[in-house]
């Protein structure tokens, strides 16, 4: 089974400041890694995702996350933030990308972007 | 992109009453289907996978009887929250994966469901 920890429930930080959203995860076999992000009352938009190959990752809306096996961590950065930026992001993990194998997702960090 | 629609977007029904959510794959046909549930201010707990043409599998402590589930076309997926109560308030998120590919989940906006 594998299970996802975001060590930070909530993260305030000024606008064009740099910010991480750190994760760590639990696995006893590979995982594919996944950030996505959540808006008030919506569903969840997919931010980058960590398949194979190269551990640095590139997303949307200038965010990057790094993929570290020996730390079994997957944190999310993004050097200068806006207040639309502003939202709720959830890593996640899957042992699979097909099937029957959901994701299985952290409790969340509340980002908020400060003027 | 892979687009999945989910419907109504926000419902409030009266308590014992039954109230259906539909999850659709726009443009593409999704074998099985995920509903998640997130309380206020929580993560996404996966309720129950949902396979077209098959039961449902629910996940351990998730009522079956409460929560109906139907997958009865390769674009459709249906959850009713039978005899709903305050506490079944909550937001539902389905999502599908595109088939054949090595693919992330793809969600709907998710139902805001309201008990009164």
């Known amino acids: 089974a594998q299970s996802v920890t975001q060590l930070d429930s909530q993260v305030p930080v000024f606008e064009e400041a740099p910010v991480e959203l750190r994760c760590n995860y639990s696995?006893?076999?590979?995982?594919?890694l996944f950030w996505y992000v959540q808006y008030p009352n919506q569903g969840l938009q997919l931010l980058l995702k960590y398949l194979s190959g190269s551990t640095l990752v590139k997303g949307i809306n200038g965010f990057e996350a790094e993929f570290n096996k020996s730390q079994t961590s997957f944190h999310l950065r993004k050097p200068s933030v806006h207040i639309s930026d502003t939202a709720e992001y959830f890593c996640?993990?899957?042992?699979?990308?097909?099937?029957?194998?959901?994701?299985?997702f952290g409790k969340g960090t509340r980002l908020s972007v400060i003027a | 992109g892979a687009v999945v629609s989910q419907h109504p977007s926000w419902v409030i029904c009266k308590s014992g009453t039954s109230v259906k959510i539909e999850c659709r794959s726009l443009?593409?046909?999704?074998?099985?289907m995920f509903w998640y549930r997130q309380f206020p201010k929580q993560s996404l707990m996966l309720m129950a996978t949902?396979?077209?043409?098959?039961?449902?599998?629910?996940e351990q402590g998730v009522e079956k009887d409460k929560f109906l589930i139907n997958h009865a076309s390769l674009t459709l997926s249906t959850l009713t929250v039978t005899s709903a109560h305050p506490e079944d308030s909550s937001f539902y998120i389905c999502s599908a994966r595109v088939p054949g590919q090595d693919s992330p989940l793809h969600f709907g906006n998710g139902t805001r469901l309201t008990v009164t």
């Open positions: 949902s396979n077209e043409g098959s039961k449902a599998t629910y």
């Open positions: 696995s006893s076999v590979s995982v594919y």
């Open positions: 996640a993990v899957s042992a699979a990308l097909s099937g029957n194998t959901p994701l299985v």
């Open positions: 443009d593409f046909q999704a074998t099985t």
